[in-house]
């Protein structure tokens, strides 16, 4: 049995137990559960408040866990990261009111900055020789300069909304942060082997994000040109069809360039053209 520290709550507990269930690994997703079971993999669930996770992973509570690249920087415990789960994205930054004329890194100097996060902006402010008074606080950091506890702060962003909200504006990125999957050093043998086979889960549900399974019947006098078109991941798959002169491909494309790679398809004759979500993909 393998045990997994979760996020208890907010944007993380949400894509960790959507993963979790895209890998076909069932968790109870009640909030007002500590622990749990999944019914149909040897995985334990442990939840917690984020910031606890690394020493809980360290320590051998638990044997893997998925937190925020921020946390595992601010904490500085020794595990290890098993991979880069590519959700969760935020970068952690400085800001001010927006009013006030930036002149660079150095405007903070002799400021005094509110964060929750000491030990990163410590190592970004003695790495610019900056000398700045850390206001550690927990929660709520962007009212800071507001309510004059502060002249800025260092804090995680997002959409940036909440800095709008309280009348700041973003200085300077510092770092930028996704939600990691980390692990103790001394995990046995046979949880490795339960690690690997989750681990081979989710890179099949992540290798499928933003891709499309495309079908078309194509001009067999144009196939070279439409092959030469398509990025497939290593070819893609052609059919012979009752009409001699005609043929059908299967591939995979990338969202992102979909529309303009299907315009250049059409004009080679492309017709039928059919496309499919893909719910996992094996590389």
Known sequence: MLRIAVQSKGRLYDDTMNLL???????????????????????EVLFLRDDDIPQCVASGVADIGVV?????????????????????????????????????????????????????????????????????????????????MADGIFDIVSSGSTLVSNNLREVEIVTQSEALLVGNWNLDDDKHQILNEMLFRFE???????????????????????????????????????????????????????????GKLKELGAQGILVTPIEKMIL
């Open 204 to 262: 099949a549900v992540r290798s499928a994000v933003d891709k499309k399974y495309v079908m078309m019947n194509v001009p067999k006098a144009n196939l070279n040109e439409i092959v030469e078109v398509l990025p497939g991941i290593k070819s893609p798959t052609i059919i012979p069809l009752a009409d001699d002169q005609w043929c059908s491909i299967h591939t995979v494309l990338d969202e992102k360039r979909f529309w303009g790679i299907i």
């Open 68 to 148: 925020g690249q921020n946390e595992y920087m601010e904490r500085g415990e020794n595990v290890q990261i098993l991979s880069h789960l590519g959700f969760s994205n935020c970068r952690l930054s400085l800001a001010i009111p927006k009013e006030v004329k930036y002149t660079g890194p150095h405007w903070f100097d002799d400021k005094r900055i509110a964060t929750s996060y000491p030990n990163i902006l410590g190592k970004y402010l003695r790495e610019h020789d900056i000398k700045a008074d850390i206001h550690v606080i927990t929660g709520s950091v962007e009212i800071s300069p507001g309510i004059g």
């Open 21 to 43: 269930s895209e890998a076909d690994i069932k968790v109870s997703s009640s909030k007002r559960t500590l622990i749990a079971q999944s019914p149909n993999f040897p995985l």
